[in-house]
Protein backbone atom coordinates (compact mmCIF):
# COMPACT_ATOMS: atom_id res chain seq x y z
CA UNK A 1 0.00 0.00 0.00
CA UNK A 2 1.42 3.71 -0.40
CA UNK A 3 2.16 3.52 3.15
CA UNK A 4 4.09 0.96 3.31
CA UNK A 5 7.62 2.72 2.45
CA UNK A 6 9.94 0.69 4.89
CA UNK A 7 12.58 0.75 5.51
CA UNK A 8 12.24 4.28 4.56
CA UNK A 9 10.11 6.21 7.61
CA UNK A 10 8.07 9.02 7.71
CA UNK A 11 8.18 11.23 10.62
CA UNK A 12 5.75 13.70 11.46
CA UNK A 13 6.63 15.38 14.01
CA UNK A 14 6.53 19.49 13.71
CA UNK A 15 9.58 21.28 14.32
CA UNK A 16 10.20 25.00 13.70
CA UNK A 17 12.88 25.00 11.26
CA UNK A 18 13.48 26.57 7.83
CA UNK A 19 15.12 24.64 4.80
CA UNK A 20 18.36 25.16 3.35
CA UNK A 21 19.39 24.56 -0.34
CA UNK A 22 19.26 20.70 -0.15
CA UNK A 23 15.91 20.77 1.70
CA UNK A 24 12.76 19.53 -0.76
CA UNK A 25 10.76 22.56 -0.85
CA UNK A 26 7.42 21.59 -2.13
CA UNK A 27 5.84 24.01 -4.87
CA UNK A 28 1.42 23.54 -5.45
CA UNK A 29 -0.58 25.36 -7.81
CA UNK A 30 -3.87 27.09 -7.23
CA UNK A 31 -5.51 23.60 -7.68
CA UNK A 32 -3.54 21.68 -5.81
CA UNK A 33 -0.94 20.41 -8.92
CA UNK A 34 2.46 19.72 -7.78
CA UNK A 35 5.25 20.99 -9.31
CA UNK A 36 7.26 17.61 -10.07
CA UNK A 37 9.77 16.27 -12.23
CA UNK A 38 9.03 11.98 -12.94
CA UNK A 39 12.00 9.90 -13.87
CA UNK A 40 11.06 6.47 -14.23
CA UNK A 41 8.50 6.27 -12.01
CA UNK A 42 10.11 8.26 -9.34
CA UNK A 43 9.18 11.96 -8.55
CA UNK A 44 11.68 14.34 -8.11
CA UNK A 45 10.84 17.29 -6.47
CA UNK A 46 11.95 21.04 -6.36
CA UNK A 47 14.39 21.87 -3.50
CA UNK A 48 15.44 25.01 -1.77
CA UNK A 49 18.37 25.84 -4.36
CA UNK A 50 15.17 26.19 -7.14
CA UNK A 51 12.57 28.02 -4.98
CA UNK A 52 13.33 31.88 -4.46
CA UNK A 53 13.25 32.47 -0.88
CA UNK A 54 9.83 32.71 -0.15
CA UNK A 55 7.97 31.94 3.05
CA UNK A 56 7.95 28.45 3.46
CA UNK A 57 6.07 25.89 6.60
CA UNK A 58 7.86 22.55 7.60
CA UNK A 59 5.96 19.39 6.87
CA UNK A 60 7.48 15.94 7.94
CA UNK A 61 10.56 14.28 7.17
CA UNK A 62 11.50 11.12 5.38
CA UNK A 63 14.86 9.47 6.80
CA UNK A 64 17.12 12.40 7.47
CA UNK A 65 15.42 14.06 4.03
CA UNK A 66 13.29 17.31 5.27
CA UNK A 67 9.89 18.52 3.29
CA UNK A 68 8.43 22.03 3.45
CA UNK A 69 5.92 23.46 1.80
CA UNK A 70 6.23 26.96 -0.49
CA UNK A 71 3.70 29.50 1.13
CA UNK A 72 4.59 32.27 -1.29
CA UNK A 73 3.45 31.25 -4.67
CA UNK A 74 5.77 32.33 -7.30
CA UNK A 75 6.68 31.40 -10.93
CA UNK A 76 9.34 29.01 -11.08
CA UNK A 77 10.50 27.99 -14.57
CA UNK A 78 12.92 24.62 -14.07
CA UNK A 79 13.71 22.03 -16.74
CA UNK A 80 11.78 18.93 -16.63
CA UNK A 81 9.59 20.02 -14.43
CA UNK A 82 5.58 20.60 -14.74
CA UNK A 83 2.78 20.96 -12.56
CA UNK A 84 1.18 17.13 -12.31
CA UNK A 85 -2.31 16.72 -10.41
CA UNK A 86 -2.26 14.26 -7.57
CA UNK A 87 -4.81 11.87 -9.62
CA UNK A 88 -1.50 11.93 -12.66
CA UNK A 89 1.07 11.22 -9.90
CA UNK A 90 -0.92 8.19 -8.54
CA UNK A 91 -1.06 6.96 -11.84
CA UNK A 92 2.33 7.62 -12.99
CA UNK A 93 4.83 6.85 -10.37
CA UNK A 94 5.31 4.95 -7.22
CA UNK A 95 7.55 4.67 -3.85
CA UNK A 96 8.38 6.88 -0.64
CA UNK A 97 7.95 9.72 -3.22
CA UNK A 98 4.74 8.99 -4.23
CA UNK A 99 3.10 9.02 -0.27
CA UNK A 100 5.25 11.95 0.30
CA UNK A 101 3.68 14.06 -2.52
CA UNK A 102 0.22 12.43 -0.82
CA UNK A 103 0.88 13.46 2.59
CA UNK A 104 2.30 17.06 1.78
CA UNK A 105 -0.91 17.28 -0.43
CA UNK A 106 -3.21 16.81 2.34
CA UNK A 107 -1.14 19.20 4.32
CA UNK A 108 -1.19 22.13 1.41
CA UNK A 109 -4.91 22.00 1.15
CA UNK A 110 -5.66 22.31 4.67
CA UNK A 111 -3.04 24.92 4.48
CA UNK A 112 -4.56 26.63 1.83
CA UNK A 113 -8.37 26.14 3.01
CA UNK A 114 -7.59 27.66 6.49
CA UNK A 115 -6.15 31.38 5.82
CA UNK A 116 -8.47 32.62 7.90
CA UNK A 117 -9.97 31.91 11.29
CA UNK A 118 -13.61 30.53 11.16
CA UNK A 119 -14.38 31.89 14.41
CA UNK A 120 -13.46 35.51 14.10
CA UNK A 121 -12.55 35.99 10.44
CA UNK A 122 -9.06 37.26 11.56
CA UNK A 123 -5.66 36.06 9.20
CA UNK A 124 -4.19 32.78 10.73
CA UNK A 125 -0.83 32.16 11.12
CA UNK A 126 1.67 29.28 11.30
CA UNK A 127 1.53 28.02 14.99
CA UNK A 128 5.39 28.25 16.19
CA UNK A 129 5.48 25.34 18.35
CA UNK A 130 3.11 22.47 16.71
CA UNK A 131 1.49 21.24 14.13
CA UNK A 132 -1.39 23.95 13.71
CA UNK A 133 -2.54 27.34 12.55
CA UNK A 134 -3.35 30.00 14.81
CA UNK A 135 -5.50 33.09 14.32
CA UNK A 136 -3.95 36.63 14.62
CA UNK A 137 -6.33 38.15 16.44
CA UNK A 138 -8.58 35.95 19.00
CA UNK A 139 -5.30 33.48 19.06
CA UNK A 140 -7.73 30.56 18.17
CA UNK A 141 -6.09 27.51 17.56
CA UNK A 142 -7.03 24.59 14.80
CA UNK A 143 -5.09 21.37 13.62
CA UNK A 144 -4.91 19.42 10.53
CA UNK A 145 -8.08 18.12 9.82
CA UNK A 146 -8.59 14.27 8.80
CA UNK A 147 -11.37 12.07 7.69
CA UNK A 148 -12.46 9.13 9.14
CA UNK A 149 -14.17 6.73 6.30
CA UNK A 150 -14.47 3.17 6.65
CA UNK A 151 -13.75 0.78 3.47
CA UNK A 152 -15.92 -2.68 3.44
CA UNK A 153 -15.33 -6.04 1.92
CA UNK A 154 -18.35 -7.85 2.80
CA UNK A 155 -18.55 -11.26 1.81
CA UNK A 156 -21.30 -14.07 1.03
CA UNK A 157 -19.92 -17.69 0.91
CA UNK A 158 -17.08 -17.92 -1.53
CA UNK A 159 -17.99 -13.84 -2.59
CA UNK A 160 -17.21 -10.42 -2.66
CA UNK A 161 -19.91 -7.64 -2.96
CA UNK A 162 -17.32 -5.26 -5.71
CA UNK A 163 -18.37 -2.12 -6.89
CA UNK A 164 -17.50 0.38 -9.20
CA UNK A 165 -18.23 4.15 -8.57
CA UNK A 166 -20.63 5.98 -11.51
CA UNK A 167 -18.20 8.94 -11.70
CA UNK A 168 -14.26 9.40 -10.67
CA UNK A 169 -11.83 5.66 -10.27
CA UNK A 170 -12.70 3.83 -12.98
CA UNK A 171 -11.25 0.56 -11.36
CA UNK A 172 -13.07 -2.03 -9.11
CA UNK A 173 -13.64 -0.98 -5.66
CA UNK A 174 -15.46 -1.60 -2.30
CA UNK A 175 -18.22 -0.16 -0.47
CA UNK A 176 -16.67 3.12 1.53
CA UNK A 177 -17.76 6.44 2.97
CA UNK A 178 -17.20 9.13 5.31
CA UNK A 179 -18.20 8.59 9.49
CA UNK A 180 -21.16 11.10 9.56
CA UNK A 181 -21.49 13.17 13.28
CA UNK A 182 -22.35 10.43 16.65
CA UNK A 183 -21.81 7.26 14.58
CA UNK A 184 -19.20 4.47 15.45
CA UNK A 185 -16.48 3.22 12.35
CA UNK A 186 -19.03 0.33 12.82
CA UNK A 187 -22.48 1.65 12.67
CA UNK A 188 -20.54 3.95 9.18
CA UNK A 189 -19.97 0.31 7.82
CA UNK A 190 -23.85 -0.87 8.30
CA UNK A 191 -24.94 2.60 6.95
CA UNK A 192 -22.59 2.48 3.85
CA UNK A 193 -23.55 -0.92 2.99
CA UNK A 194 -27.38 -0.31 3.58
CA UNK A 195 -27.23 3.29 1.26
CA UNK A 196 -25.17 2.29 -1.30
CA UNK A 197 -26.27 -1.70 -2.13
CA UNK A 198 -29.32 -2.43 0.36
CA UNK A 199 -28.15 -5.49 2.11
CA UNK A 200 -27.78 -5.70 5.87
CA UNK A 201 -24.34 -6.98 7.57
CA UNK A 202 -23.26 -8.76 10.63
CA UNK A 203 -19.87 -9.98 12.10
CA UNK A 204 -18.27 -6.51 11.53
CA UNK A 205 -14.29 -7.02 12.62
CA UNK A 206 -11.81 -4.22 11.70
CA UNK A 207 -8.69 -5.25 9.27
CA UNK A 208 -6.34 -2.26 8.48
CA UNK A 209 -6.11 1.35 8.28
CA UNK A 210 -4.87 4.00 5.54
CA UNK A 211 -4.05 7.15 5.56
CA UNK A 212 -4.89 8.75 1.99
CA UNK A 213 -3.90 12.15 1.47
CA UNK A 214 -5.35 12.75 -1.75
CA UNK A 215 -8.50 12.54 -0.09
CA UNK A 216 -7.67 13.89 3.53
CA UNK A 217 -8.81 10.72 4.97
CA UNK A 218 -8.05 8.20 7.48
CA UNK A 219 -9.58 5.19 5.74
CA UNK A 220 -10.38 2.05 8.08
CA UNK A 221 -11.23 -1.59 6.63
CA UNK A 222 -13.27 -3.73 7.96
CA UNK A 223 -14.63 -7.38 6.34
CA UNK A 224 -18.24 -8.35 7.05
CA UNK A 225 -21.05 -10.79 5.67
CA UNK A 226 -24.34 -10.46 4.22
CA UNK A 227 -27.28 -11.23 6.87
CA UNK A 228 -29.60 -12.83 4.85
CA UNK A 229 -29.92 -13.73 1.12
CA UNK A 230 -27.43 -10.52 0.35
CA UNK A 231 -29.86 -9.55 -2.55
CA UNK A 232 -28.76 -6.07 -4.45
CA UNK A 233 -30.49 -2.83 -4.73
CA UNK A 234 -27.26 -0.49 -6.02
CA UNK A 235 -27.79 3.21 -5.10
CA UNK A 236 -27.76 4.19 -9.01
CA UNK A 237 -26.41 7.80 -8.30
CA UNK A 238 -23.05 6.74 -6.22
CA UNK A 239 -22.19 3.57 -8.26
CA UNK A 240 -22.70 2.07 -11.94
CA UNK A 241 -22.28 -1.76 -10.68
CA UNK A 242 -22.07 -3.76 -7.48
CA UNK A 243 -22.08 -7.43 -7.73
CA UNK A 244 -20.87 -10.36 -5.81
CA UNK A 245 -18.13 -11.36 -7.87
CA UNK A 246 -16.69 -15.19 -6.96
CA UNK A 247 -13.51 -14.84 -5.34
CA UNK A 248 -11.60 -16.41 -8.17
CA UNK A 249 -12.87 -13.57 -11.01
CA UNK A 250 -12.05 -10.65 -8.98
CA UNK A 251 -9.94 -8.42 -10.84
CA UNK A 252 -7.89 -5.93 -9.28
CA UNK A 253 -6.63 -2.23 -9.80
CA UNK A 254 -3.75 -1.78 -11.65
CA UNK A 255 -1.29 -0.87 -8.52
CA UNK A 256 -1.54 -2.10 -4.83
CA UNK A 257 -1.63 1.55 -3.38
CA UNK A 258 -4.83 1.59 -1.79
CA UNK A 259 -6.71 -0.27 1.24
CA UNK A 260 -9.76 -0.94 -1.13
CA UNK A 261 -7.09 -3.43 -3.07
CA UNK A 262 -5.37 -4.74 -0.55
CA UNK A 263 -8.38 -5.68 1.12
CA UNK A 264 -10.01 -7.45 -2.44
CA UNK A 265 -6.21 -9.43 -2.65
CA UNK A 266 -6.95 -10.97 0.72
CA UNK A 267 -9.85 -12.11 -0.09
CA UNK A 268 -9.34 -13.23 -3.60
CA UNK A 269 -5.72 -15.12 -2.13
CA UNK A 270 -7.87 -17.64 0.05
CA UNK A 271 -8.14 -15.38 3.66
CA UNK A 272 -11.31 -15.23 5.77
CA UNK A 273 -12.44 -19.07 4.10
ZN1 LIG B 1 -9.96 34.37 15.27
Same mark, same amino acid.
Given at each position: ?11 N ?54 Y ?17 ? %???? *? ?6 ? &?? =?? @? #??Y ?22 Q ?31 L? %???? *? ?5 N? &?? =?? @? #? ?37 D ?56
Amino acid at each position: MIQDISPDRLNNAFIPVVPDHNDYVLLFDDDGRLFVKILDGKICFTTGKDIPAKETVYLFSVNDTRYFLSTGAEEVTLSGFEYRT %IREL *RDFSRGTE &LF =AA @F #TAYHLWKWYAENRYCGKCGGANGFHQAERALQCSRCSHVIYPRINPAVIVGVIKGDSLL %ITRY *RTGYAHNA &LV =AG @F #TEIGETAEQTVQREVMEETGVRVKNIRYYKSQPWGMAQDLLLGFFCEADGDGEIHMDEQELKYAEWVNRADIVLQPNNLSLTNDMMKHFRDGNLL
